[in-house]
């Protein structure tokens, strides 16, 4: 329980279903001493009349999460810190959780699906086409799927609004919706610099570079830019984008938009449902932003939890660090880290 609308209407309906709810919150980040989402979950639990508890979970976040996000930037890449807590820390944090009390299930308030075809378990796109959050969900296990309820899959979010008003929790109807990562809301580099013991030691100028490794002009750390970046730059007379980083030669390449373009791209830490569902044929949308992108593709498995991605036309700025998720019939199949 976030303390805001989505899992707080998730709780609700539980309930109604006839399950026997324990509440529990995560304390991940905090920017100051007043946690208003601890406390508005509090208060929620205390009206549902269920048992609610607060998890701090503070050290381990800032130790794996946050680490990994200035890691990734200081070897330029582009880091996706919500699939990495999804992946590594909260499922497997609540769930362990879920054992000790008891509990044969867990829910979160996500626009999300569960199917299961022939014993295995896929993520599935929620209905809501504007809130489904599946895209952040390919790394779940089998194991882990067949505990998980998501409430909210078969909604709108403006069904969920208007349900919590009816319920007369109408605090809960109007909370806003958080967005970006819990953390850094807004641009990451002031954080990443805040994180850092000594910034100067790791962000300090270097050169914009051309294709040719011909110099364009001062950047100020590459840690600071990101793949397919254009604002901020270099004042050319042409449009340019940030094609590479090189952080061994505090490098940052720029190149032409014709030129961001890729037809394979490689992926780590692989999940997929079945290896078996990938067929030689361009069958598979292959999505590597979280919005208003898919293009078919297929796969080859490698080693090591790797896999050579083929897609059936190019894609522009295809960052590592991010994810690539494989869905057909709005079901995931599986996803990985692009390398």
């Known amino acids: 329980m976030s303390g805001g609308t989505d899992s707080s209407v998730a709780a609700i309906l539980l309930l109604e279903q006839g399950y026997e709810v324990i509440g529990i919150t995560f304390r991940f980040w905090e920017e100051n001493e007043v946690n208003q989402h601890l406390l508005d979950a509090q208060s929620l639990a205390k009206k549902l009349d269920i048992q609610h508890i607060t998890y701090d979970a503070r050290a381990i976040f800032k130790k794996t999460i946050i680490q990994y996000f200035i890691d990734e930037y200081l070897n330029g890449r582009t880091p996706f810190p919500c699939v990495k807590c999804n992946n590594e820390l909260k499922w497997k944090l609540i769930l362990d959780e879920a054992d000790r009390l008891g509990c044969e299930k867990v829910a979160m308030g996500h626009y999300v699906r569960i199917v299961n075809e022939n014993d295995q378990f896929f993520v599935a796109e929620g209905v809501d086409p504007d809130k489904d959050q599946s895209f952040f969900l390919w790394g779940l296990t089998q194991k882990q799927l067949s505990r998980i309820v998501f409430p909210l899959g078969n909604m709108h979010k403006t069904q969920v609004r208007k349900l919590a008003a009816e319920k007369g929790y109408f605090y809960v109807a109007e909370k806003k919706d958080s967005l970006g990562a819990c953390f850094c809301k807004d641009d990451y580099r002031p954080f990443l610099k805040s994180q850092l013991a000594e910034p100067e030691k790791n962000i300090f100028p270097g050169n914009f570079v051309d294709e040719n490794a011909q110099i364009l002009g001062t950047h100020k750390g590459y840690p600071l830019y990101t793949i397919g970046q254009r604002r901020g730059l270099v004042h050319l007379n042409r449009k340019v984008f940030v094609q590479e980083i090189r952080p061994i030669t505090n490098e940052v390449v720029l190149a032409p938009l014709q030129n961001m373009y890729k037809t394979d791209f490689k ?73």
């Open 267 to 339: 992926i780590r830490k692989v999940n997929v449902v079945d290896k078996e569902l990938f067929t030689d044929n361009f069958d598979v949308f292959c999505r590597i932003r979280y919005r208003k992108q898919n293009t078919l593709c297929k796969l080859v498995f490698l080693e090591n939890d790797m896999a050579k991605v083929l897609l059936s036309e190019p894609l522009e700025s295809i960052a590592p660090g991010q994810t690539a998720v494989f869905y057909r019939d709005g079901k995931i199949l599986g996803g990985g880290f692009i390398d």
